[in-house]
């Protein structure tokens, strides 16, 4: 890895420098693929519709009308967490 990088924090130094500067990007470089993933999956779940908010304005005649039962069935189908 220190031939590819040519990154100070990877040359050898006494007491172990060079096992810390590499435990130092691991851990770096797997925090940005676990957020990566994490970005991914959140951002499928919100195309398939399974989280998110939906913010409804309405008249009261409305309520009493289509959409009363659309909510309903609505409400049936995908029942809050």
Request: proline share 4%.
């Amino acid at each position: 890895m220190n031939r590819n990088w040519r990154c100070a924090a990877f040359a050898d130094k006494p007491e172990g420098g060079a096992d810390r500067g590499r435990h130092g990007f691991l851990t770096h470089a797997r925090s940005i693929v676990a957020n990566a993933e994490l970005a991914a999956s959140q951002v499928r779940a919100i195309g398939q519709g399974m989280t998110g908010a939906l913010n409804v304005a309405t008249t009261g005649s409305m309520l009493l009308g289509p959409l009363a039962a659309l909510m309903a069935d609505y409400q049936r189908r995908v029942p809050a967490c």
